[in-house]
């Protein structure tokens, strides 16, 4: 009997074996992948909300700071100062809220109403505004104080605006008015190291002729 034997293109090939994860190690159900896009996307989308509203109530805050601002440069400050209270309590912690603190405290100055500026811009400070809305704010109390009568404690507002200040010529136009302010308080030795501070830190700054002008008075002529 002859033996039929098989072509290569009728022989069976054995069927692969199954590949499997190993014990304890099998990856993630397609529902646990879904379900982690998903979280990603709301994380994302989330992000996305909170910037897209923060940018809309700045740009809202800056709009209503304008108005405010066009109604006092019209002489309107009544209007003024009512357009600036409403941005202050809508739109606190933007930037132009901030101002808005500044700007309503200048009016209330004009009005004569230098007390009030002080308690408030002192509520303003406490909450620890950044350097750029600190430094005037300071200066501004500083100034209040002072029509007050209270040149001290003026003079160390004006050392706080100084230190808050971040260019060299407003750092030494506060220190100059601090030093005037410590003088007209008795207070001739902290009079001198403001205007000294001026004359050594800020010598390139328009403000250090008078700062060796009034140097010179309190010390006889003499720097």
Known sequence: MATIVESPSTQQTPAPTPVTAAPGRSGPSPRALLIAVGVIAAIALGAWMVT???????????RSLMQA??????GNLPMASSELQKLIDTYRGTDAAREAVISLNQIRMING??????VNLREFLGTNPPARFAAPAEGLLAAA?????????AADAFRRAAAAATVGYLKAEYLVDAG???RNAGKTAEAQAAYREVIEKYDATTSVTEARVRLAELAGGKL
Request: overall charge neutral; hydrophobic content about 35%; glycine content about 2%.
């Open 52 to 62: 897209s509203s923060s940018s809309r109530k700045e740009e809202f805050a800056a």
């Open 180 to 182: 005037r302010a410590y």
């Open 113 to 118: 109403q230098s007390e009030l500026a002080a």
């Open 69 to 74: 601002r066009s109604a006092a440069l019209n």
């Open 145 to 153: 104080l002072e029509n007050a009568g209270k040149h001290a404690e």
